[in-house]
């Protein structure tokens, strides 16, 4: 159990586009939308770990058979996730984003996570070092705990996101936060399509 809460834990870790969402989030929005923005990120990561600790092996060789194609509509869509986010934030005159309920983070980060059939490739990756063979029960524990993994780090990226936001001394530096993120997410999409 704690195996799959620690992989959790490293995959959430890892800074790449969808930390930088709910980094930015969390600093563009607070703490509570930050948190959401994680836990949608999560329960991405949980349901890409129930499937690939439940029919990882059925699945696993069609993924990898299309593994490039798969790569390139996923670098597409962060480009233009970022284009769309920066698009809002320079357009000259934009007014300051009206307070939105926090939960309305969720969503996005959930979408652009379960988008990603890489992650149950890497998931799937980790299948043999866990003791989910012959047990539906073991392989939905194990989900689970990997997801707690994931939701932990996460809600924490978008805290430390939220810490910052408050540090800065107003809506400018704020937005500049966005805009890095926007960036950050705009240059992995890039890397993907050049890889």
Not at 11 to 38: D, K, M, N, S, Y
């Amino acid at each position: 159990m704690w195996k799959a809460f620690v992989f959790g834990v490293v995959v959430a870790g890892a800074i790449g586009p969808i930390a930088l969402l709910i980094f930015g989030t969390g600093a563009r929005q607070g703490f509570p939308a930050g948190a959401f923005a994680g836990l949608g990120a999560a329960l991405a990561d949980l349901l890409y770990a129930l499937a690939a600790f439940l029919a990882g092996a059925l699945v696993l060789p069609y993924v990898a058979a299309h593994n490039r194609a798969i790569e390139i509509g996923c670098a597409i869509l962060l480009i233009g996730l970022g284009a769309w986010m920066l698009s809002g934030l320079l357009r000259p005159g934009a007014a300051p984003v009206a307070p939105r309920p926090a939960a309305q983070a969720f969503l996005p980060t959930f979408l652009l996570t379960v988008v990603n059939p890489m992650t149950f490739v890497m998931f799937a990756g980790v299948v043999p070092q866990l003791p989910v063979a012959g047990s539906v029960g073991n392989a939905v524990a194990l989900a689970f705990a990997l997801a707690g993994g994931s939701a932990f780090v996460n809600v924490a990226i978008g805290g430390f996101g939220a810490v910052l936001g408050r540090a800065l001394p107003g809506e400018r530096e704020r937005r500049a936060v966005s805009v890095a993120a926007a960036l950050g997410i705009v240059a992995f999409g890039i890397a993907g399509l050049a890889g």
